[in-house]
């Protein structure tokens, strides 16, 4: 090994390393600076307005509003706190029904728009383009307004067995109405459905010993669900419905669902599951053709080289971008205030603030809440991400 | 480098921190910033050159008038019942002029000043008339629509609380979609000041197919409205509500202000018009003319009301508590002296 050259003291601007380190630190320098300076703008500007950094506002002060869909008990006398967790709440049922309905919707048309039927895939094409070339909050409006605006008046309301009622106000459906022996029986149907589960695993193992597939799980099922039938009879038990009833201005009783609720979790769905749809075509697209041709050789059908083949290989595909739109679904949920769903941006960014004068104490903990939304939805993602890929090989 | 940095962000600091005398900003800027409603007709809407007149619009025009002698020197910002506090509080807009209610909590909790009274209003109902209701007790259960970060919201938990009926709430941010809202039948009702149910009335195709019911649940004095901690700025608004209503008062108009000027003979005209000294105009900065600037060019406090809600325009608004107090009404200017 030749003796290294000595080198001739240089420049410390030609210093490749020093160079690096020192734009680095300068970098390092001039975010901290930007920091510094919002930071003490805000406190300046505060001092200037006289006002104080503190959350006593959201249990010092009663809300003094109503919210029109709530989930869990509240009125206006309720503290502002409770005002923002009916807005949570509302955004959570939003995001898990939005994000349940796109899957579904994005899967289906994915898969449809790979079909050999070329009116199906046409039609699956079209609909991914109209979905994901159109703005959301067009969407949300357009909904919204055609519910609002095609369906008749409560007094006019499409009844269906004069049960399920659809009115510009709503849908209306009947709430069944439990008494005590439902706990027990659903306590039985619960510890019946972790024991097949495990029975199930079990299962599974003993086939990749054996070869042979043991049915216990759809045998079990039966079972458990009749187990927990006979349980709910035998504790004399029964179910009344509550329907409902068409009573002054609106329907009373039975289960609501707001117009706003519909439209937005529907618009929403529609529009991320075009995105979806697209993710579930490149995912299955990237599996290679001689995949499938083997499976097929291999004798297994047309749906069981789909399920055991194909989409636990493409899944691996699918997850990261699927993660994106489940946290792009979320996230545009804010968009509720602009039919009037009274989501968490609503109640306590909106009206809360505004009553207040809260804005930086509210806006901070409306990104704190969306930021934790979101970081635990893509951490359960990557989680399964990395199960399937695991599954996969 | 890293002085540079600090010292970069010190002056922006320092810019953007620098906002105590709106008075001196606005006269170097050279002109009012001035947030109004997004469209309420008569209070704020643009008209046929997509010009926005209305009566909150005359209010910053006559302040234009007074400052610069020159109505018109306004920039608009539309600003719906949520944004408006934080607008203000914030530096982008240096005046309030948006059906407002003066209210204990914003006085002193959100740090606004209100300088006075341009409207005294009341919440109410409208419905339409096939729905048959008669009251306001005849509601329980009925789907309202209302604007959020209002006081009428929370006079309607209030109300319904109090007289133990339920109600649906349908919320909503502009009155352009409440109106879209009621007429689609989404709400039974539509809820909010007395005003603003006489102008989304007038909007509608056939104004005589909804009422206004009889209840007027809430006191809703609407004013202008400065950032708190600002007195010399909200000196020169609330003197120039003053001078609208004082004008009034004394018959000047935008006919005759010219007349009165030279000829008036009582000596609280001649010092509102300028013809005698009136200690303290100067020190607030205001022109010798400031008066008869705003009522040649914007009128005065009647002819401001008559022109954008009066009698002879589609809301018909009577004078009611808005006459001056010598007709039986509330508005009543301090003298001039």
Redesign the interface.
């Given at each position: 090994m030749p003796p290294k050259a000595s080198r001739a003291p240089r420049s410390l601007w030609r210093d490749k390393a020093l160079r690096a380190i020192a734009l680095q630190v300068l970098v390092i320098v001039a975010v901290f600076a930007a920091a510094a300076w919002l930071i003490g703008n805000v406190a300046a500007n505060f001092a200037a307005l006289d006002k104080t950094f503190g959350f006593g506002f959201l249990w010092e002060l009663p809300a003094n509003y109503d919210i029109n869909q709530k989930l869990i008990d509240y009125n206006n006398q309720n503290t502002h706190l409770r005002a923002a967790l009916v807005g949570l709440i509302n955004t959570a049922l939003v995001g898990v029904v939005g994000i349940i309905l796109a899957t579904v919707l994005g899967f289906f048309v994915g898969a449809m728009r790979l079909s050999d039927n070329w009116l199906v895939s046409r039609l699956a094409y079209f609909y991914v383009e109209f979905t994901r070339n159109t703005p959301v909050l067009l969407l949300i409006l357009l909904w919204h307004g055609i519910l609002i605006n095609t369906l008749p008046h409560p007094r006019q309301a499409i009844s269906l067995g004069d049960s399920f009622f659809l009115s510009n106000r709503g849908f209306y459906v009947p709430r069944p109405v439990f008494d005590t022996g439902f706990s027990v029986a659903g306590a039985v149907l619960a510890a019946g459905l972790l024991g097949i589960w495990l029975v199930h695993r079990q299962g599974r193992r003993a086939r990749e010993v054996t070869t042979k597939n043991q049915r216990v799980y759809r045998y079990g099922m039966v079972l458990i669900i009749g187990l927990a039938v006979v349980v709910y009879a035998a504790a004399g038990a029964q179910i009344t419905v509550e329907r409902p009833l068409l009573r002054g201005f609106n329907f009373q009783g039975g289960l609501t669902l707001i117009p706003e609720f519909v439209a937005l979790t529907w618009a929403l769905a529609f529009y991320t599951s075009g995105f979806i749809a697209e993710n579930v075509r490149a995912g299955i697209l990237a599996i290679d053709r001689g995949q499938t041709d083997a499976a097929r050789a291999l004798g297994l059908t047309r749906r069981r080289t789909m399920k055991l083949v194909i989409l636990p290989q493409a899944m691996r595909v699918i997850i990261p971008p699927l993660t994106s739109s489940y946290l792009d679904l979320i996230k545009n949920s804010s968009l509720a205030i602009a039919i009037g769903y009274m989501d968490l941006v609503a109640t306590l960014g909106g009206i809360t603030l505004n009553q207040t004068g809260r804005e930086m104490e509210a806006m901070l903990l409306v990104m704190l809440v969306y930021l934790t939304i979101s970081l635990t939805l893509a951490g359960f993602m990557n989680w399964y991400n990395r199960r399937v890929r695991l599954v996969g090989q | 480098?890293?002085k540079v940095?600090?010292l970069a962000?010190c002056t922006?600091?320092l810019t953007?921190?620098a906002?105590?005398g709106t008075l001196d900003n606005v006269r170097a800027r050279g002109h009012l910033k001035c947030g109004i409603n997004t469209g309420l007709v008569g209070f704020a809407s643009p008209n046929d050159q997509g010009v926005w007149r209305g009566f909150d619009v005359d209010f910053c025009r006559a302040v234009a008038a007074a400052l610069f002698g020159d109505a018109t020197k306004v920039k608009y910002t539309n600003l719906t019942?949520?944004t408006r506090?934080?607008a203000l509080?914030s530096g982008e807009i240096d005046l309030l002029s948006r059906n407002t209610t003066w209210t204990f909590?914003r006085d002193t909790?959100?740090?606004l000043t209100f300088v006075g009274v341009n409207y005294y209003d009341g919440q109410g109902f409208m419905a339409t008339k096939k729905l048959g209701v008669k009251s306001a007790k005849d509601?329980?259960?009925?789907?309202i629509c209302i604007q959020?970060?209002t006081t009428t919201?929370?006079n309607?938990?209030?109300y319904?609380?109090v007289n133990r009926m339920t109600?649906?709430?349908?919320?909503?941010?502009t009155s352009s979609e409440a109106l879209s809202?009621y007429l689609?039948?989404?709400c039974?009702v539509y809820t909010t000041d007395a005003s603003g149910l006489a102008a989304t009335r007038a909007a509608t195709d056939s104004p005589a197919a909804h009422m206004v019911l009889p209840e007027i649940i809430s006191k809703e004095p609407l004013g202008p409205v400065v950032?708190?901690?600002d007195d010399q700025w909200a000196d020169v608004v609330r003197w120039t509500l003053n001078a609208l209503i004082a004008a009034e008062e004394f018959d000047i108009g935008s006919t005759n202000v010219e007349k009165m000027s030279r000829e008036a003979k009582n000596p609280e005209v001649r010092r509102l018009l300028g013809t005698e000294e009136l200690q303290g105009r100067s020190a607030l900065g205001l022109s010798k003319t400031w008066a008869i600037d705003i009522i040649s060019q914007v009128g005065n406090y009647g002819e401001i009301f008559a022109r954008n809600l009066g009698k002879d325009t589609p809301l018909g608004i009577a004078r009611g508590l808005n006459a001056q107090w010598k007709d039986g009404g509330l508005m009543y200017a301090p003298p001039f002296r």
């Open positions: - | 480098m890293r940095i600090l962000a922006m600091w953007t921190t906002n105590a019942g949520k506090f934080t509080r909590s909790d959100l740090q509601l329980n259960g009925a789907s959020t970060g919201e929370l309607l938990a209030d319904f609380r109600y649906q709430s349908v919320p909503i941010e809202n689609a039948g989404r039974d950032r708190q901690g």
